[in-house]
């Protein structure tokens, strides 16, 4: 693997084997010494430019427990306001000879053209898309995909792909979610069926081609779903006459005591956090025996370890500059 | 520039097809075309058998970059391009800095075009100061300066308030003057606005631009032209739906005109999945069903011209995000290339249809004088020499644009100019 751009780029096969290696790296992180050697000597700058608490930490554990060295750099508003080309920032950083770099951006599609650039200088460094505006965020895809499929594991030991025939609601703000998008192809890919749930508002131009099923009616979708996935509502989004007001939105979308009822016993809830309880999901769901919102917080450090490792562990993959952008 | 060889003497064309009603001879003298039969023996001679001779090209939209942006383009630069691209006259959009809203900006730009260019540059006036859309600049001064402005337009920004759009055209007709519209309903397309809304937009997470945005606009304005009987023109018209409003408005004779890019007759917003900026522009490349609906107006004349567009950046300009880089792409030199690739060559136009499309009609439009006159003895020798057949292979870094901003970059494409003259200079030779 040259770059995680996209869950797209993954076939399930690679996917099965990122989160097999993660579960390996799980273990670890359950140790008391979790340091590995496995990236002694590689470096691995987070660039973040936009705000974010749990991803660039979640990444910075994962690098500094492969041993790897790793340094933060937030470069919070977009270059452009600041009179740089984002072009001549990844190209300055990346120049230090550092071996990987997970990007953050508030724009979509930009670790794709920072990995492009790379190439194009002949640059080896691996990109990681850790969010792209309102694209994708593959990491949290795969750290949701290791989540249920340890949950569905627990359940049922002799299934090997614990992900295929299962049904999964994805509810919430569609339109503006990178989370959504990359589960949307992951989750595909791995078998699973996706149906997603939300406002016309916030349901993306274009979803009838996507393979996933589409409802406005949260209540009729919960009792035939194996997983649920809450979205966070952006603050933003709450003034912006996508739905009258957040009350409503609660009352159509929210995840309440009332339909935490409506679920299977057991079916797993999944929010990639921040949560807006009492909004998106009420406090008894959050905190509810098939909330695995802290598991998931687990999964992402030991999923990044995998995705770091396959990215610069192993061979010495110098050389391997001009590969295709995938 | 140069004293081009051949500068002051007698340039006499041999053989070329004149704008696709069968082969002539030119004769070039003191700027205007002449009597073959008066030739001198001493004339410049060229042979252009198998060449199709043009009337010299009109581009209603250039932005050419000066004052303020001189590192993207300057109107030496830009009228070096517009003539590659067969062009002897361009209208210079009003988003310079500062604007054109006064007819001091507009008389100097004209000045400096008299100086330094290598076409004719006709400066657009904003129809709003600071084209901020809120009070009428001084469209009557602009009108009576030396620059004789007659087309006016916010481009880049659209007329987006009725009231004022209404009094704009209103104003206008005094003087026979133009409002050209950039059509985009701010509320329903906003800054933010950089992929065409639909499958593509949703699918890669970018910030849709809705065709219900064009047409709305052109569906009001057309109506306001109706109102007050005053021309209106349409800016890069980039949706089947405004195709159809437009073909409704001129069933009517509502005295309406419209201009399509070449890009938007030839790329489609597929190009947007790497997200190279070099493929942002405003309004976004649409779907090939628009494409189709695009070509086939400009071939019954629904759409009545084809205007470039042509939107230098420097290059950090455009190496940001898709979000945060600059709207636009070159296409004075490549225009010609991209009407015969898909209008001539399909059949869809001849070369007396290009003629009109790409200078009478624009010219007229613009109400220019000396630009789009027929290849007549007495008229201005403004001329393009076209090799129908050649074909080359775009290479950016060829381009007489300071810009490099190139859509076309190595794609194989016709590269019909040969040689230019305006008001028999000549403007262009291809070496």
Same mark, same amino acid.
């Given at each position: 693997?040259?770059?995680?751009?996209?869950?797209?780029?993954?076939?399930?096969?690679?996917?099965?084997?990122?989160?097999?290696?993660?579960?390996?790296?799980?273990?670890?992180?359950?140790?008391?010494?979790?340091?590995?050697?496995?990236?002694?000597?590689?470096? #691995?700058?987070?660039?973040?430019?936009?705000?974010?608490?749990?991803?660039?930490?979640?990444?910075?554990?994962?690098?500094?427990?492969?041993?790897?060295?790793?340094?933060?750099?937030?470069?919070?508003?977009?270059?452009?306001?600041?009179?740089?080309?984002?072009?001549?920032?990844?190209?300055?950083?990346?120049?230090?000879?550092?071996?990987?770099?997970?990007?953050?951006?508030?724009?979509?599609?930009?670790?794709?053209?920072?990995?492009?650039?790379?190439?194009?200088?002949?640059?080896?460094?691996?990109?990681?898309?850790? /969010?792209?505006?309102?694209?994708?965020?593959?990491?949290?895809?795969?750290?949701?995909?290791?989540?249920?499929?340890?949950?569905?594991?627990?359940?049922?030991?002799?299934?090997?792909?614990? *992900?295929?025939?299962?049904?999964?609601?994805?509810?919430?703000?569609?339109?503006?979610?990178?989370?959504?998008?990359?589960?949307?192809?992951?989750?595909?890919?791995?078998?699973?069926?996706?149906?997603?749930?939300?406002?016309?508002?916030?349901?993306?131009? /274009?979803?009838? @081609?996507?393979?996933?099923?589409?409802?406005?009616?949260?209540?009729? #979708?919960?009792?035939?779903?194996?997983?649920?996935?809450?979205?966070?509502?952006?603050?933003?989004?709450?003034?912006?006459?996508?739905?009258?007001?957040?009350?409503?939105?609660?009352?159509?979308?929210?995840?309440?005591?009332?339909?935490?009822?409506?679920?299977?016993?057991? @079916?797993?809830?999944?929010?990639?956090?921040?949560?807006?309880?009492?909004?998106?999901?009420?406090? %008894?769901?959050?905190?509810?025996?098939?909330?695995?919102?802290?598991?998931?917080?687990?999964?992402?450090?030991?999923?990044?370890?995998?995705?770091?490792?396959?990215?610069?562990?192993?061979?010495?993959?110098?050389?391997?500059?001009?590969?295709?952008?995938? | 520039?140069?004293?081009?060889?051949?500068?002051? !003497?007698?340039?006499?064309?041999?053989?070329?097809?004149?704008?696709?009603?069968?082969?002539?001879?030119?004769?070039?003298?003191?700027?205007?075309?002449?009597?073959?039969?008066?030739?001198?023996?001493?004339?410049? !001679?060229?042979?252009?058998?198998?060449?199709? $001779?043009?009337?010299?090209?009109?581009?209603?939209?250039?932005?050419?970059?000066?004052?303020?942006?001189?590192? $993207?383009?300057?109107?030496?630069?830009?009228?070096?391009?517009?003539?590659?691209?067969?062009?002897?006259?361009?209208?210079?959009?009003?988003?310079?800095?500062?604007?054109?809203?006064?007819?001091?900006?507009?008389?100097?730009?004209?000045?400096?075009?008299?100086?330094?260019?290598?076409?004719?540059?006709?400066?657009?006036?904003?129809?709003?100061?600071?084209?901020? /859309?809120?009070?009428?600049?001084?469209?009557?001064?602009?009108?009576?300066?030396?620059? !004789?402005?007659?087309?006016?337009?916010?481009?880049?920004?659209?007329?987006?308030?009725?009231?004022?759009?209404?009094?704009?055209?209103?104003?206008?007709?005094?003087?026979?003057?133009?409002?050209?519209?950039?059509?985009?309903?701010?509320?329903?397309?906003?800054?933010?606005?950089?992929?065409?809304? /639909?499958?593509?937009?949703?699918?890669?997470?970018?910030?849709?631009?809705?065709?219900?945005?064009?047409?709305?606009?052109?569906?009001?304005?057309?109506?306001?032209?109706?109102?007050?009987?005053?021309?209106?023109?349409?800016?890069?018209?980039?949706?089947?739906? @405004?195709?159809?409003?437009?073909?409704?408005?001129?069933?009517?004779?509502?005295?309406?005109?419209?201009?399509?890019?070449?890009?938007?007759?030839?790329?489609?917003?597929?190009?947007?999945?790497?997200?190279? &900026?070099?493929?942002?522009?405003?309004?976004?490349?649409?779907?090939?069903?628009?494409?189709?609906?695009?070509? %086939?107006?400009?071939?019954?004349?629904?759409?009545?011209?084809?205007?470039?567009?042509?939107?230098?950046?420097?290059?950090? %300009?455009?190496?940001?995000?898709? #979000?945060?880089?600059?709207?636009?792409?070159?296409?004075?030199?490549?225009?010609?290339?991209?009407? #015969?690739?898909?209008?001539?060559?399909?059949?869809?136009?001849?070369?007396?249809?290009?003629?009109?499309?790409?200078?009478?009609?624009?010219?007229?439009?613009?109400? *220019?004088?000396?630009?789009?006159?027929?290849?007549?003895?007495?008229?201005?020798?403004?001329?393009?020499?076209?090799?129908?057949?050649?074909?080359?292979?775009?290479?950016?870094?060829?381009?007489?644009?300071?810009?490099?901003?190139? &859509?076309?970059?190595?794609?194989?494409?016709?590269? &019909?100019?040969?040689?230019?003259?305006?008001?028999?200079?000549?403007?262009?030779?291809?070496?």
């Amino acid at each position: 693997m040259r770059h995680l751009l996209s869950a797209a780029d993954l076939e399930a096969g690679e996917v099965a084997e990122i989160l097999d290696l993660a579960e390996q790296m799980a273990l670890v992180q359950s140790r008391p010494v979790k340091k590995l050697p496995a990236l002694r000597g590689r470096t #691995v700058v987070n660039l973040f430019f936009e705000d974010s608490t749990r991803t660039r930490s979640s990444f910075e554990l994962a690098g500094k427990w492969l041993s790897a060295d790793v340094i933060n750099i937030s470069a919070k508003g977009s270059s452009a306001s600041k009179g740089e080309s984002l072009r001549d920032t990844v190209l300055t950083v990346a120049s230090m000879g550092i071996d990987a770099m997970v990007v953050r951006h508030m724009a979509s599609g930009a670790p794709l053209q920072v990995a492009r650039w790379f190439a194009a200088q002949g640059l080896g460094v691996h990109v990681v898309n850790a /969010g792209d505006g309102t694209h994708e965020h593959p990491t949290q895809a795969l750290l949701d995909a290791f989540t249920l499929r340890r949950h569905f594991r627990a359940q049922d030991p002799g299934r090997s792909d614990a *992900l295929a025939g299962r049904r999964v609601a994805v509810v919430g703000d569609i339109t503006h979610s990178r989370v959504a998008r990359s589960n949307v192809l992951l989750l595909t890919t791995l078998g699973a069926e996706v149906v997603l749930v939300a406002p016309p508002t916030l349901l993306p131009s /274009g979803v009838g @081609t996507w393979p996933v099923e589409v409802s406005h009616d949260l209540d009729a #979708v919960l009792p035939h779903v194996d997983a649920v996935m809450m979205l966070r509502v952006q603050r933003e989004r709450m003034s912006g006459g996508y739905f009258p007001t957040p009350r409503e939105y609660t009352v159509g979308y929210g995840l309440t005591r009332t339909r935490l009822g409506l679920l299977r016993p057991g @079916t797993p809830i999944c929010h990639p956090g921040p949560m807006n309880r009492g909004l998106e999901i009420s406090a %008894d769901a959050a905190d509810s025996a098939g909330s695995l919102v802290l598991d998931q917080v687990a999964a992402g450090v030991a999923v990044r370890m995998s995705v770091l490792y396959q990215l610069l562990g192993g061979q010495d993959d110098a050389g391997d500059t001009t590969g295709a952008v995938r | 520039m140069t004293q081009d060889e051949g500068q002051g !003497r007698d340039v006499l064309v041999l053989g070329a097809d004149l704008a696709g009603g069968g082969p002539g001879d030119l004769l070039i003298r003191d700027g205007r075309f002449s009597d073959p039969g008066d030739a001198h023996g001493d004339a410049l !001679r060229v042979d252009a058998q198998g060449l199709v $001779a043009l009337p010299g090209l009109v581009d209603l939209h250039t932005h050419l970059r000066e004052p303020g942006r001189e590192d $993207a383009e300057t109107v030496e630069s830009g009228t070096l391009a517009a003539a590659r691209g067969g062009y002897t006259a361009v209208l210079a959009m009003a988003n310079t800095n500062p604007v054109t809203d006064t007819a001091d900006a507009a008389e100097h730009l004209a000045a400096l075009a008299t100086r330094l260019g290598s076409a004719e540059v006709v400066p657009v006036g904003a129809v709003s100061k600071g084209l901020a /859309g809120e009070e009428l600049a001084e469209l009557g001064l602009m009108a009576r300066s030396a620059a !004789r402005t007659r087309v006016f337009s916010d481009d880049g920004h659209c007329v987006s308030d009725a009231r004022l759009m209404r009094r704009a055209l209103e104003y206008v007709r005094a003087f026979d003057g133009v409002v050209a519209q950039h059509a985009q309903d701010p509320r329903l397309a906003g800054r933010d606005a950089c992929c065409d809304e /639909g499958e593509t937009s949703g699918r890669l997470g970018l910030p849709g631009w809705p065709a219900v945005a064009e047409a709305g606009i052109v569906a009001r304005d057309v109506q306001l032209a109706e109102l007050t009987g005053s021309r209106l023109h349409v800016c890069h018209v980039s949706t089947a739906e @405004t195709v159809d409003v437009l073909r409704w408005a001129k069933g009517r004779g509502i005295p309406v005109t419209a201009e399509v890019t070449p890009h938007h007759l030839l790329l489609t917003v597929d190009e947007l999945l790497g997200y190279d &900026p070099t493929y942002k522009v405003n309004p976004p490349l649409r779907s090939s069903e628009d494409v189709a609906a695009l070509r %086939d107006a400009l071939t019954d004349g629904t759409i009545d011209a084809v205007g470039t567009d042509h939107a230098p950046h420097a290059r950090h %300009d455009k190496e940001h995000a898709f #979000v945060d880089a600059a709207f636009g792409m070159l296409g004075l030199e490549t225009a010609l290339a991209v009407v #015969v690739e898909t209008m001539v060559r399909p059949g869809s136009l001849g070369w007396a249809d290009v003629a009109t499309r790409m200078s009478s009609v624009p010219a007229h439009i613009a109400r *220019l004088t000396g630009q789009g006159r027929p290849l007549a003895v007495g008229e201005p020798a403004n001329l393009v020499l076209v090799d129908p057949g050649r074909r080359a292979v775009v290479d950016r870094d060829g381009s007489l644009s300071l810009s490099r901003n190139n &859509p076309w970059h190595g794609r194989d494409l016709p590269d &019909p100019v040969v040689a230019t003259w305006w008001r028999g200079r000549r403007t262009f030779a291809r070496s």
